[in-house]
């Protein structure tokens, strides 16, 4: 089994930082796509930020130039650095991992595993 645990989320004034953190563990073989979803209230979960290996991020279009995602693939973990966080930047931030794992005689399958979540709180 795999989990993801995250950290990092709080209380921010408005034009201030934050980084969260996301690391998973247990049965990896490889970590295709790494990235955070948020959900603020009463809206639907969104992407933010992804990473995947090989290929540039990609954000929406309401963080670029503000936040940066990240990747450590050594400690299997995503970052995302949030700078200049505005009030509608609240929500809880979820990371998603789609993990490659692999099983003797079964050979190699990808899941997708959800963090817990983190509240970002921007006051104004």
């Known amino acids: 089994q795999v989990q993801l645990v995250e950290s990092g989320g709080g209380l921010v004034q408005a034009g201030g930082s934050l980084r969260l953190s996301c690391a998973a563990s247990g049965s990896i073989f490889s970590i295709n796509v790494m990235g955070w979803y948020r959900q603020g209230p009463g809206k639907q979960r969104e992407l933010v930020a992804a990473?995947?290996?090989?290929?540039?991020?990609n954000y929406t279009d309401s963080v670029k130039g503000r936040f940066t995602i990240s990747r450590d693939n050594a400690k299997n973990a995503v970052y995302l650095q949030m700078n200049s966080l505005k009030p509608e930047d609240t929500a809880v931030y979820y990371c998603k991992a789609d993990i490659i794992e692999y099983t003797y005689g079964f050979g190699r399958y990808t899941n997708e595993y959800w963090g817990q979540g983190t509240q970002v709180t921007v006051s104004s």
């Open positions: 990473a995947t290996s090989g290929s540039s991020p």
